[in-house]
């Protein structure tokens, strides 16, 4: 049996070169513009391509693919061309002024919640608040533990002690995730995701929106 596949990252799992198997066609009015259905293989969640045909052909890749009796492979250099593919990929980022290694981190560990890969995610989550809390604490975080360094920003202000113990929860359960044969549910990991988000909008987004508010304020007042 012929197979019309796709050559693109799963915009759910975010699985590269994952199959991705088209199962159903239908034109856009008279134009060459076909929506195509596809699933994941991976992930068994799906989306529809608008791809649009050759200007030699009249039947739409699935169509074409039974008719010769052939698998064709839709990718960005082939003889179809994708318009626009639902659900797109979004873009996952950090919270702003993140610093750029904590960043980088963070956006791992969003990936591999879509991914459902839901114990990297908690392990993922220790080492942004590890690198954080070294940057806040800069070279007074000196050889101390990730416990400490918590501990110590909290006495200085830098974060509640609402965050102080969620962060102190990171730690403990990523300790479990790499120490144990302990398994984290996809609510779990989304928890701790979302505490870790809201751990960088609080050390480093807020305190330079403030930052930056007051500079132009003073600017503001130079210029009158």
């Not at 290694?101 to 919640?113: G, I, P, Q």
């Not at 890969?117 to 050889?143: F, N, P, Q, W």
Request: charged share 30%.
């Amino acid at each position: 049996m012929s197979l019309v596949s796709f050559d693109i990252t799963c915009p759910h799992c975010l699985k590269e070169r994952a199959v991705i198997e088209a199962f159903a066609e239908k034109q856009i009015e008279k134009t060459p513009l076909f929506n195509v259905a596809f699933v994941c293989r991976s992930c068994h969640r799906g989306g529809v391509a608008i791809v649009e045909i050759p200007s030699d052909h009249y039947h739409g890749p699935m169509a074409e693919s039974q008719k010769k009796d052939l698998d064709i492979l839709i990718s960005g250099n082939s003889q179809y061309r994708f318009r626009k593919i639902y659900p797109a990929v979004k873009k996952i980022t950090a919270p702003e002024y993140t610093p750029p290694v904590a960043d980088r981190t963070f956006v791992e560990a969003k990936e591999d919640l879509q991914r459902r890969r839901y114990d990297t995610v908690v392990i993922l989550c220790r080492r942004v608040l590890d690198i954080s809390t070294k940057k806040l604490l800069g070279d007074e975080a000196g050889k101390e533990s990730l416990s400490q360094r918590i501990q110590m920003i909290y006495k200085k202000g830098l974060i509640t002690e609402q965050m102080k113990e969620w962060a102190h929860i990171v730690r403990i359960d990523a300790n479990k995730a790499v120490h144990t044969d302990e398994v984290f549910t996809p609510i779990e990991a989304s928890q701790i995701l979302s505490f870790t988000e809201m751990f960088l909008v609080y050390a480093f987004t807020l305190p330079a929106m403030v930052a930056a508010r007051r500079e132009q304020k003073r600017s503001d007042s130079a210029s009158i």
